[in-house]
């Protein structure tokens, strides 16, 4: 993480809008001031930059309502609360960072200008002004190949079993699970994750210091050894009741799709579901028996207008969200293209590579299902066709086959 | 049952074709003769008409392919399939009786017309040439209230459960179960409806006097008592393979709609469900746990294309095959009807007269909910605004109302 820049908010935000330090502290006070929800906040902050904004609030120039807002959360305590994120090896990460999940995140930028002003309700469609990320993994990457998997919190048996199953499944097939770490479905998912030795992205309603529920502070420990803790509240934050709502469209934007493997009727987890439907996305339900009330809410999606899918496994899910094949598919086929001289493997290993985000080849030896030593071999050759280029972060293919 | 023609076929079959007796005898001739499944032979039939056809065939002058088949069956017995099913209490329904099914049969005809000739496949979309019916109801009059509910043999104590609960909940709603007697969910369905006293159809693979599976001997009995069996084979036909697939068009076509309870991947009962879509009719599944093998086929027709409707109530299959709202639903609209003046209990009889076939004042106080006092009492009203009209079996909508 970049050096903290120190001082006084107002002479810092003074500074170059491009450096790194400057734009943190903005960020820091930005989510520390504002709860999220307001989509014309939103636009004002995302039209006028985000230190820019900070300055014209701290000046008296911005609109009104949300100067208003920013002089009634009191002291600066952006500084102290990047501080506490190093010190727990957090990170803030806002718009225009390498690791800002802009593409997952689009959406919902879409979604928020679609909206009027003020808080319209409590879920309303709208970006994240800064995600404070624990854990060693970029969000942008884990994001970009992952399945939200959320559920009731009163689960049984067979829904934790499942979600488990799917979650380590998913990871099999290189895709991360994200959820919410409640009690029941959620954590039977990141656990299921972890068994399988996969990262894991966990966005909480709570500040990332924070461990919530109680019980599951050792999970949320064991997420971090290779996953992510996500929110959008400063450290310290609590997982206040309506925040709850709030973030699950941060569960369902970053994922490709959602899947809901028990819910009851009118069960919280259908609010994610609902949320990724109005951001576009798959929204796929995992069946159980018409006897158990703990899938009544699931049937209800399954029969909804649209209806949700119905989902029996990893597979079926990366058929709707999108498979590598479907990464790839605004390909254009040509006749005779470079790809039809390459090896098996070498295709594979070019079918593995993001059009977006640079992977490193052992993330690629996993997705193509072959030994890291494959990747390396073919890599130059690849390279040198101009099928895949290297940028920050690994491999992904060029610009120009996409 | 009218009486049998006696005397040589051919003679009786010269008498007059309007005679129950004649046609009768040409039925079960043709029952006896022809296996089920030949478009071409159906279409021949229905329109030289059975009696004329028979006719035709002994005389030489038929199609030389029917010709041979009918020679190849040897002597005729259709004089003692006859007494042997009135001895059991059977009887034959022929096209043309006011028992035949005509309007739920009439999809296997519009289907057998758009089919070449010959014995294409054992499924082929035929109407039957008669229908052994064994019980006292009418054929028709439990087929146009009917669900099939079909699933595995070796269904679970979950499917067991769910199938006898829906057909019990759907006899309590007014509509009857159909079904194959097989063992597992059939058996199960079969029994739902017995044990919430209702009616309910067993359609068999062979003759309606054996009892297939003979475990099921008692099951049939009991089905006997307040249903009905029923059968295209005469009495003593066996259940050879092939016909459980040719029998499966009969349970889709005898009923508004097809539910699988429970099936394993490439079941039976999805052929079962297959037939009930060619003949546009509603196709529903009741969803399982996704770790239980007799619920993959399922699972499978609910994500297949076009998918089959979750349902996990009686409720939502009545939603699919039409409540009685759905059977007035060509009723336009208009202004001041007489209708409009109409008390509750009134409009709700009205409502519960089906438009085609009378039916008796004890059913329409069980579908209308109320009393057959009350209906009694609110029958002459709607005879005297022309709403409803007397026909044989009961009451109807008058013809110009619908």
Redesign the interface.
């Known amino acids: 993480m970049s050096a903290v820049a120190e001082g006084a908010l107002a002479s810092v935000v003074a500074g170059d809008p491009a450096d790194p330090g400057v734009r943190q502290r903005a960020g820091a006070w930005l989510t520390r001031v504002f709860e999220p929800g307001d989509p014309a906040l939103a636009r004002w902050v995302a039209a006028t930059g985000q230190v820019a904004a900070v300055r014209s609030l701290l000046a008296g120039t911005a609109p009104s309502r949300f100067a208003a807002q920013a002089a009634a959360r009191g002291e600066d305590r952006s500084l102290a609360d990047l501080l506490t994120a190093a010190r727990i090896g957090a990170r803030l990460v806002v718009p225009g960072d390498d690791e800002w999940p802009g593409r997952a995140l689009h959406d919902l930028v879409v979604a928020s200008d679609r909206q009027g002003g003020g808080v319209e309700r409590t879920a309303a469609l709208v970006p994240p002004l800064g995600l404070w990320v624990r854990g060693r993994p970029r969000l942008d990457q884990l994001s970009d190949r992952s399945v939200a998997v959320v559920g009731s919190r009163a689960s049984t048996a067979?829904g934790n079993?499942?979600s488990a199953e799917l979650a380590a499944d998913l990871w099999s097939r290189g895709w991360t699970t994200v959820s919410g770490a409640a009690t029941g479905i959620d954590g039977a998912a990141h656990r299921g994750a972890l068994a399988a030795g996969g990262a894991t992205v966990a966005v909480l309603a709570c500040g990332v210091d924070r461990a919530y529920p109680p019980r599951h502070t050792t999970l949320l420990e064991r997420v971090l050894e290779d996953g992510l803790v996500v929110s959008e509240w400063p450290p310290g934050s609590a997982p206040l009741g309506h925040r709850f709502l709030v973030r699950n469209r941060l569960i369902a934007a970053l994922s490709r799709g959602t899947v809901v493997v028990e819910a009851a009727a009118r069960s919280g987890s259908l609010a994610t579901a609902n949320r990724a439907r109005e951001l576009g996305r798959p929204v796929m339900g995992?069946?159980?028996?018409?006897?158990s009330a703990l899938?009544?809410g699931v049937?209800q999606l399954?029969?909804g207008v649209p209806?949700a899918?119905?989902v029996?496994?990893a597979g079926?899910v990366l058929e709707e969200v999108g498979s590598i094949g479907a990464d790839l598919a605004d390909v254009p086929a040509r006749p005779s293209s470079p790809r039809d001289e390459l090896t098996d493997v070498a295709r594979r290993v070019l079918d593995a590579c993001p059009v977006r985000i640079g992977v490193p080849p052992e993330r690629l030896a996993a997705v193509a299902g072959c030994a890291e030593l494959d990747v390396l071999r073919v890599l130059p050759v690849l390279e040198l066709h101009e099928l895949v280029e290297r940028v920050p972060g690994g491999w992904r293919v060029t610009r120009d086959r996409r």
Chains 1, 2 share one sequence.
């Open positions: 067979y079993h499942v995992v069946p159980g028996p018409v006897t899938s009544v049937h399954l029969r209806p899918r119905l029996s496994s079926e």
